[in-house]
């Protein structure tokens, strides 16, 4: 009876132990898989180390093959677990990439916007100088054409100045002449009374030729 009872504990035991080793091996199985579902079912990284993921779950599915008391069990168990760390570790690594290249494309587009309107200011800026430059050139030919104006207007009135002259000289001739007939008409005006004094007031009478007398025989 007591050895009976013996070997049923014993039995119970082993059923036990057993149940135990299964029940540690599917916590095993169902944390690692958690994890990796974990993983996968993330927004962001899920989309990344794809291979790396199914390498886990192959690994994990090897490691069911075999129960807890086999000798393959715990490497292959290590093997999941360290095949999910770099699922893990790996997406995240892939992911920083991500967004360091976005920063960089960020960067490169805020870069480049600078570069625009850098390169708009200086367009502005010489479009600008070009206005001034125009305006100081149209300044220049005015003040040119001013001058050549004013010059003009000198040289004309310069040579009015010598036509005045010119005129004012001839008027002076003319006006001299005048003086001179004026001078001679009273001369000759002043002889004429002079003569008419010296002869009593009377016109004097022309004498009348002499007759030649003839001699006899002529």
Same mark, same amino acid.
């Given at each position: 009876?007591?050895?009976?009872?013996?070997?049923?504990?014993?039995?119970?035991?082993?059923?036990?132990?057993?149940?135990?080793?299964?029940?540690?091996?599917?916590?095993?199985?169902?944390?690692?898989?958690?994890?990796?579902?974990?993983?996968?079912?993330?927004?962001?990284?899920?989309?990344?180390? /794809?291979? @790396?993921? +199914? #390498?886990?779950?192959?690994?994990?599915?090897?490691? $069911? =093959?075999?129960?807890?008391?086999? %000798?393959?069990?715990?490497?292959?168990?290590?093997?999941?677990?360290?095949?999910?760390?770099?699922?893990?570790?790996?997406?995240?690594?892939?992911?920083?990439?991500?967004?360091?290249?976005?920063?960089?494309?960020?960067?490169?587009?805020?870069?480049?916007?600078?570069?625009?309107?850098?390169?708009?200011?200086?367009?502005?800026?010489?479009?600008?100088?070009?206005?001034?430059?125009?305006?100081? /050139?149209? @300044?220049? +030919? #005015?003040?040119?054409?001013?001058?050549?104006?004013? $010059? =003009?207007?000198?040289?004309?009135? %310069?040579?009015?100045?010598?036509?005045?002259?010119?005129?004012?000289?001839?008027?002076?001739?003319?006006?001299?002449?005048?003086?001179?007939?004026?001078?001679?008409?009273?001369a000759a005006a002043r002889a004429m009374r002079?003569?008419?004094?010296?002869?009593g007031g009377a016109p004097a009478s022309t004498?009348?030729?002499?007759?030649?007398?003839?001699?006899?025989?002529?």
């Open positions: 009876m007591k050895r009976s009872t013996l070997l049923t504990s014993a039995l119970a035991l082993a059923l036990a132990a057993g149940s135990a080793m299964a029940a540690t091996d599917d916590l095993d199985i169902r944390r690692l898989n958690s994890s990796l579902d974990q993983l996968s079912s993330d927004p962001v990284l899920g989309n990344y180390a /794809q291979a @790396e993921q +199914a #390498r886990a779950r192959e690994a994990i599915s090897q490691m $069911a =093959q075999f129960r807890p008391k086999d %000798k393959e069990h715990g490497h292959l168990l290590y093997v999941a677990e360290r095949r999910v760390d770099i699922a893990k570790a790996m997406a995240q690594y892939q992911d920083a990439q991500a967004k360091s290249a976005q920063l960089d494309r960020e960067h490169d587009a805020i870069l480049l916007e600078a570069s625009r309107l850098d390169a708009e200011m200086a367009r502005r800026q010489l479009e600008q100088q070009r206005a001034q430059n125009q305006m100081i /050139q149209e @300044e220049a +030919a #005015r003040l040119q054409q001013q001058g050549v104006d004013y $010059a =003009q207007a000198l040289e004309q009135a %310069k040579a009015e100045g010598d036509k005045a002259k010119q005129v004012a000289a001839a008027q002076a001739k003319v006006a001299n002449a005048a003086k001179k007939q004026a001078a001679l008409a009273e002079d003569m008419n004094s010296s002869d004498p009348a030729p002499k007759k030649s007398k003839k001699t006899d025989g002529n």
